[in-house]
């Protein structure tokens, strides 16, 4: 079961800016970092529960306007990083897509407890027994 979403173009802008990493003397000259940017909030493509797992988990992504910030600079080409902001945006799309499962609460058993309290007492004579003897 893997629903395929589209993004449309509309809900995506990026810029390019230089890059921090490889590149030797061209690093200087070249506009090669990629931030890709995507609007969670006015999306069509993803339903609300998705974007809201979606902007949960990606905090520290966002902007002021809401919109989830991707950037590459792991190649030295602007077009193959921006290849790579968009699969890291798919994954991060797809890694909201799943719904995460509820938690069924439950008790320990009686034995759980038991030993539990077994261990406590055991801790609890151990350090007794390194106490002061007094006269």
Known sequence: M??????PARD?????????????????KVASKVDLRF????????????KTRLRRANRARLDKEGRLVVTSQATRDQSRNLE????????????????????????????????????KKRTSEKKQARRRVDD
């Open 2 to 7: 893997s629903p395929r979403v589209r993004i």
């Open 12 to 28: 995506l802008s990026w810029s390019a800016a230089r890059s921090s990493g490889p590149g030797g003397q061209n690093v200087n």
């Open 39 to 50: 609007d969670v909030q006015g999306t069509e493509a993803i339903t609300p529960s998705v």
């Open 84 to 119: 790579d902001a968009r699969s890291k945006l798919a994954e991060l799309v797809r890694e909201a897509l799943v719904v995460p499962k509820k938690r069924k609460p439950t008790k320990p058993s009686r034995r759980a407890k038991q030993r539990r309290l077994d261990e």
